[in-house]
T-cell receptor, first 113, second 112 residues
């Protein structure tokens, strides 16, 4: 157990729907990162939050949004889902300023049908 | 923009050494990382190296960094079947605001 918890582990939904993925970071980590892993694109950085504030944005679509709550858990909202959004979504956390890398959760596998 | 490249596949025999190579583009990266992903699991940090180091050894793992050529390698000594996984190289490029940029991963297959 890495200490980063993601729920749900699997999600199957129809095109056009909206889903929410949840992440609880490792205890003490203030930063949360969301990544999308697909077969053709590899691991793509989506967005980072630090202590409740958006810190950096990557290749995140306008249909996607995220937030980090006062208890530091984070949610990634995906709306108007398309078949191409099917992927593994990973959350990671870190203590910002440390070089020790990120701790990843085990991911949420999203299948859009 | 930032780009991290790795070969996609590597096959070795059990007991041999494996060497996984990676090239990166951002010379300002402070740290470079190796992550391991087993089937159905998240990414696990294996090791990392600070950019002012040439080499780091950690048990069976040896990381070599050639900053001039922007080349990073991971050597796994005495490779075991349990080492079969996908290995990702990553850099914390300044252009990406310090966020990790990953390569597409090298799938290591270890044959008995």
């Amino acid at each position: 157990d890495s200490g980063v918890t993601q729920t749900p582990k699997h999600l199957i939904t129809a095109t056009g729907q909206r889903v929410t993925l949840r992440c609880s970071p490792r205890s003490g980590d203030l930063s949360v990162y969301w990544y999308q892993q697909s077969l053709d694109q590899g691991l793509q950085f989506l967005i980072q939050y630090y202590n409740g504030e958006e810190r950096a944005k990557g290749n995140i679509l306008e249909r996607f949004s995220a937030q980090q709550f006062p208890d530091l858990h984070s949610e990634l909202n995906l709306s108007s889902l398309e078949l191409g959004d099917s992927a593994l979504y990973f959350c990671a956390s870190s203590v910002v300023g440390q070089g020790g890398g990120y701790t990843f959760g085990s991911g949420t596998r999203l299948t859009v049908v | 923009g930032e780009d991290v490249e790795q070969s996609l596949f590597l096959s070795v025999r059990e007991g041999d050494s494996s060497v996984i190579n990676c090239t990166y583009t951002d010379s300002s990266s402070t740290y470079l990382y190796w992550y391991k992903q087993e089937p159905g699991a998240g990414l696990q940090l294996l090791t990392y190296i600070f950019s002012n180091m040439d080499m780091k050894q950690d048990q069976r793992l040896t990381v070599l960094l050639n900053k001039k050529d922007k080349h990073l390698s991971l050597r796994i000594a005495d490779t075991q079947t349990g080492d079969s996984a996908i290995y990702f190289c990553a850099e914390n490029a300044k252009g990406s605001q310090g966020n990790l940029i990953f390569g597409k991963g090298t799938k290591l297959s270890v044959k008995p």
